[in-house]
C-alpha cells in the first residue's frame, strides 16, 4: 500500500504564499501520477494539479499562473507551491497517488486546511 503524509497547510492573508508537502512511503514504485486536490466547505473536491510519472503538470483554470507542482524524488515528495492566495482558494487539500494495481489502491492522504483570510 502506498500512505500520503501532507503538510504545509496554515493560515494566510490574501496575496500571501504557502507550499505544500506530500511525502509517499510504502509501495512508491508502484506510483504513476501524483496530484492535489481541494475541498471547500458546501463545495465538491476538485482538482488543483497533477503531475505525471514523466514530468507533465496539468492546473486547473482557477489556480493557473499562481500554483506549481513539482516533485523531488530522491524525498519521495511533491509539493504544491501556492502563490498569490485567495479567499476562494480556503480549503482541506489533498494529496493523491495513483498506483499501479500491482501494488495496491490508489491513495488518498487525510488532508491539510489551508486559511486564506484577513
Known amino acids: 500500500q502506498v500512505h500520503l503524509v501532507e503538510s504545509g497547510g496554515g493560515l494566510v492573508q490574501p496575496g500571501g504564499s504557502l507550499r505544500l508537502s506530500c511525502v509517499a512511503s510504502?509501495?512508491?514504485?508502484?506510483?504513476?501520477?501524483m496530484a492535489w486536490y481541494r475541498q471547500a466547505p458546501g463545495k465538491e473536491r476538485e482538482l488543483v494539479a497533477e503531475?505525471?510519472?514523466?514530468?507533465?503538470?496539468n492546473y486547473a483554470d482557477s489556480v493557473k499562473g499562481r500554483f506549481t507542482i513539482y516533485r523531488d524524488n530522491a524525498e519521495n515528495t511533491i509539493y504544491l507551491q501556492m502563490n498569490s492566495l485567495k479567499p476562494d482558494d480556503t480549503a482541506v487539500y489533498y494529496c493523491?497517488?495513483?498506483?499501479?494495481?500491482?501494488?495496491?489502491?490508489?491513495?488518498w492522504g487525510k488532508g491539510t486546511l489551508v486559511t486564506v483570510s484577513s
Open positions: 510504502g509501495s512508491i514504485t508502484g506510483i504513476d501520477d
Open positions: 503531475i505525471t510519472a514523466t514530468g507533465t503538470t
Open positions: 493523491f497517488a495513483e498506483v499501479d494495481l500491482r501494488y495496491g489502491e490508489d491513495s
